[in-house]
């Protein structure tokens, strides 16, 4: 099992940058494709970033495409979400997650296994 923390997250203005941190305990974190997921109020929980288990290949919801970056260092344990010219709607709970194998699309959130509390990000306008 690995278990996941976010931080990073916080209030910031339309246009400004954060980067967003997801710390995993646990011995094969280097085994697992991991994704990013975010959750505005009253809405589902939905996609937005995916990376696999060695960083060789990344995929963004469309709406995010080119202002996201998602990356990982398996020698710390640790995923991150760099997220540039922000919008006011992004402003959701983002949450990390570990994809599970043999699993569905990594854009489901029915395919991943564990998550992390969230952290929240704020875009003012």
């Known amino acids: 099992q690995v278990q996941l923390v976010e931080s990073g997250g916080g209030l910031v203005q339309a246009g400004g940058s954060l980067r967003l941190s997801c710390a995993a305990a646990g011995r094969t974190f280097r085994s697992y494709g991991m994704g990013w997921f975010r959750q505005a109020p009253g809405k589902e929980r939905e996609f937005v970033s995916f990376i696999t288990s060695s960083g060789a290949y990344t995929y963004y919801e469309d709406s995010v495409k080119g202002r996201f970056t998602i990356s990982r260092d398996n020698a710390k344990n640790t995923l991150y979400l760099q997220m540039n010219t922000l919008k006011p709607e992004d402003t959701a709970v983002y949450y990390c997650?570990?994809?599970?194998?043999?699993?569905?699309?990594?854009?489901?959130?029915?395919?991943?296994?564990?998550w992390g509390q969230g952290t929240q990000v704020t875009v003012s306008s």
């Open positions: 997650a570990v994809k599970r194998d043999y699993s569905g699309s990594y854009t489901l959130v029915g395919s991943f296994g564990s």
